[in-house]
């Protein structure tokens, strides 16, 4: 990761600058729906001044509609969390549990989320639940890996101190196994959130509920696309965020 | 009569990619109480895998360990193991690493307690003072010193050492095997090393067990070494006996280790 220096900052402002332009230039030649960054300012700002604002159940301030967004991923990402480091640890220690179950993640695994929340709204009959459901399938698999392949990578001299001093299966578990594992399992948490993240705008846009992808969508209905380009911006900078804080928390762990 | 531990005809195969591969076949070995043994042999006859069968970790073939003439099922807190690598839980201190063998030993005692004894052990090792350190700040002979602690703190009747200075300078090597000697001159435990080093196990031991060559290493030569205890490097290294059985060894293992296989072919 970069260090926050002003230097480096300087060095990302070239890139945030060259996608404005890219953007500015769009806007003016070939893509004349496209609002102009500035357009894009002047018609979303009240959403980002008055980030708590609540004019309407679909016309909210962005920190308001983020705040939606992230409650639901942060539940869904739990669920995928909880389900998701225990079957990785059972894959990761039992050769018959992984030849039993490893076929069919490996098929789950690539279904994206448009394809998972009809079948959730099938299942639960409401949005809420649905989406909850469609982002823990989707985002639980990279913890299932880096749980498996952590307890897999473990140093074989651990497994043999828990045996010589006749460890009891719990005691090897909290002792030994999950201290080894966790620098691998919160790399799985952090890939798990980033993908948790990606899959709420889905969700959102198919049941229309208020969020950060909701209201994306209802925009696009309505014909103003520069908040479009607003909803955009925020999903990747919190995000961003996201990840970041995410990476902290690993790397802490890491030196352990 | 029966002694405290018996390996007896031991054979070990493993089924490897390229067939069955028998690294120790016929090993039987008895060691009375107290006394310090030593097996020596090439690098790779098969040593680590004999003495891993005696802690319990991993199974014979055929033929199998005895203590007090009962055959042992897996590992036990009677037989303490030190790996060559120190083998310490990065994520615990010192101390708690310790601890967590305290814990096992004598399970009814309280935390302070645990941790007081855990100490004391550590005092025994000689790094008190290193309590609260993490392994990773720590060298490896310390290390080492703490893995002792740890397999000392079970108060094991028999103390199995897996090449245990094989991966520290010769100056620390020293300070440990005067340690093992130390402690062993204190307890009289009985203990089993396992070494490639020939000056090792003549200064710390009162029996040397030499194995042939693998595959089906055997037992080759057992030579008593009955020099003046407490020994010290410099007396033990100026003794006459000394060097008559140094040369004994390494004419061994230059010319008779591998005397069992030029039978067999
Ligand atoms: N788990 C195993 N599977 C297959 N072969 C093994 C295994 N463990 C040890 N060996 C083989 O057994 C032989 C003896 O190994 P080891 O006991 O480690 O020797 P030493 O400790 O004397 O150096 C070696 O040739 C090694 O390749
Ligand atoms: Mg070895």
């Not at chain 1, 332009?21 to 500035?38: C, E, H, K, Q, V």
């Not at chain 2, 093992?180 to 307890?187: G, H, N, Q, R």
């Amino acid at each position: 990761m970069m260090k926050l220096t002003l230097r480096n900052f300087a060095y990302s402002l070239v890139g945030i600058i060259a996608l404005g332009a890219l953007w500015w230039i769009a806007s003016a030649t070939f893509a004349r729906d496209l609002p102009s960054p500035g357009k894009t300012w002047e018609e979303s700002k009240v959403y980002v001044l008055q980030p708590l604002e609540k004019r309407g159940e679909m016309d909210q301030g962005i920190g308001r509609m983020a705040y939606y967004s992230l409650t639901r991923v942060a539940k869904g990402f739990l669920l995928a969390i909880l389900i998701g480091t225990p079957l990785g640890f059972l894959l990761g220690s039992s050769n018959t549990f992984f030849r039993m179950f490893d076929p069919t993640i490996q098929v789950l695994r690539p279904i994206s989320p448009l394809a998972w929340l009809p079948l959730g709204l099938v299942i639960f009959r409401q949005s809420e639940p649905a989406a909850l459901f469609t982002i823990a399938l989707c985002s639980m698999w990279p913890t299932v890996i880096n749980t498996m392949s952590g307890v897999r990578a473990m140093p074989e001299d651990y497994r043999n101190v828990a045996k010589v001093l006749q460890l009891s299966r719990w005691k090897t578990l909290t002792k030994v196994s999950i201290p080894a594992t966790i620098p691998y399992i919160f790399t799985g948490y952090r890939l798990s959130l980033g993908l948790a993240w990606l899959v709420i705008v889905a969700c959102e846009m198919l049941t229309g509920t208020p969020g950060i992808g909701g209201f994306l969508w209802q925009e696009y209905n309505s014909l103003i696309y520069s908040h479009i380009l607003m909803c955009i911006l925020t999903i990747g900078v919190v995000g961003f965020t996201l990840d970041r804080l995410m990476g902290i928390v690993e790397t802490r762990l890491r030196v352990v | 009569m029966i002694k405290p531990l018996e390996v007896t005809s031991l054979t070990k195969v493993f089924d490897t990619p390229t067939g069955k591969n028998t690294v120790v076949k016929d090993f039987s070995i008895s060691i009375p109480a107290g006394q310090f043994v030593s097996l020596l042999g090439h690098s790779g006859c098969g040593k680590s895998t004999v003495l891993s069968i005696m802690a319990g970790l991993q199974e014979a073939t055929f033929g199998g360990v005895c203590v007090d003439g009962r055959e042992i099922s897996g590992p036990g807190l009677e037989r303490a193991l030190v790996f060559q690598s120190p083998s310490l839980l990065p994520w615990f201190s010192a101390e708690e690493n310790v601890m967590l063998a305290v814990a096992q030993a004598r399970p009814k005692l309280s935390r302070n307690e645990q941790r007081r004894q855990a100490n004391h052990y550590l005092e025994m090792v000689g790094i008190a003072e290193y309590a609260k350190q993490l392994p990773a700040q720590l060298s490896q002979g310390t290390q080492q010193r703490v893995a002792i602690a740890r397999a000392l703190s079970l108060e094991p009747r028999f103390l199995l050492l897996d090449e245990p200075f094989g991966m520290l300078d010769s100056i620390t090597r020293f300070e440990l095997q005067d340690l093992v000697l130390d402690l062993w001159e204190k307890d009289r435990r009985t203990v089993v090393l396992v070494t490639h080093d020939v000056d090792e196990a003549l200064y710390v031991s009162d029996r040397i067990i030499l194995m042939t060559d693998g595959p089906e290493a055997q037992v080759g030569l057992e030579l008593p070494i009955h020099l003046p205890r407490p020994r010290d490097r410099r007396s033990v290294s100026s003794n006459a006996e000394y060097f008559r059985l140094r040369a004994q060894v390494i004419d061994f293992l230059e010319h008779h280790s591998k005397q069992f296989q030029e039978k067999a072919a």
